[in-house]
């Protein structure tokens, strides 16, 4: 059965920390992993990965994928309270797409 | 105006009652999905169309049926709600032929007493 765990579920930081947001997965025909943002509202895209190794960047955002261990990683450096929000991966193993059930991320000022 | 608008945005109905979420799309995409989000379990999702004549069944299905009545429009009913069908639905769009990041609605809170 194809699965996607996020961890930890939720994380209290502080502004300025920097936070690792993990999730792993387990599917039969792996092709990408998209990362998503959901702060009281729709979900909106991040990152995708398709390729081991390579890391993507946005700003404070960076997000990389080991294809061997079968996770990703969501780097938050210097942490601002807008970032709090529900942190979502999904991945698409054919025509659907399965999510994990998210990692909340309060961060205090 | 927003690209993906959903319908309604909030409803409370009784257990029984057969109840109709619209969704509209002006961004062009081919695929188009229905999901629902409680707390603790994610997005899960429940129907999925890549075009107009193709529609398929996701996760949960069971208790809903959609249409898809153009490119972009693509509905979701539930005939005889049940309370356990209380969520927060989203409709979503992607691109055609290749995955991409899909592109989410505002949602709709149903509440069923």
């Known amino acids: 059965e194809d699965k996607v765990v996020q961890s930890p579920l939720s994380l209290v930081v502080h502004e300025g920390d920097t936070v690792t947001l993990n999730c792993s997965y387990e599917?039969?025909?792996?092709?990408?992993l998209l990362w998503y943002k959901q702060e009281k509202k729709a979900p909106t895209f991040l990152f995708m990965l398709?390729?081991?190794?390579i890391e993507k960047k946005s700003g404070r955002l960076s997000s990389i994928l080991d294809k061997k261990e079968l996770f990703s990683i969501l780097n938050i450096t210097a942490t601002q309270t807008g970032d709090s929000a529900v942190y979502l991966c999904a991945v698409p193993p054919g025509n659907q797409f399965y999510f994990g059930t998210g990692t909340s991320l309060t961060v205090i000022p | 105006d927003a690209d993906v608008t959903q319908t309604p945005r909030n409803r409370i109905t009784k257990t029984g009652k057969r109840i109709m979420l619209e969704c509209s799309q002006t961004?062009?995409?081919?695929?188009m999905y229905w999901y629902r989000q409680d707390p603790g379990l994610g997005l899960r999702l429940i129907y999925y169309?890549?075009?107009?004549?193709?529609?398929n069944k996701g996760e949960i299905s069971d208790g809903y049926s959609v249409s898809r009545q153009a490119q972009a429009k693509f509905s979701l009913s539930l005939e005889s709600a049940i309370p356990n069908q209380t969520a927060l639905y989203f409709c979503?769009?992607?691109?055609?032929?290749?995955?991409?990041?899909?592109?989410f609605g505002p949602g709709t809170r149903l509440t069923v007493l």
């Open positions: 169309s890549f075009d107009v004549k193709d529609i």
């Open positions: 961004k062009g995409h081919d695929r």
């Open positions: 599917v039969t025909n792996f092709r990408s």
């Open positions: 979503a769009t992607s691109p055609g032929l290749a995955i991409n990041e899909q592109f």
């Open positions: 398709t390729s081991s190794g």
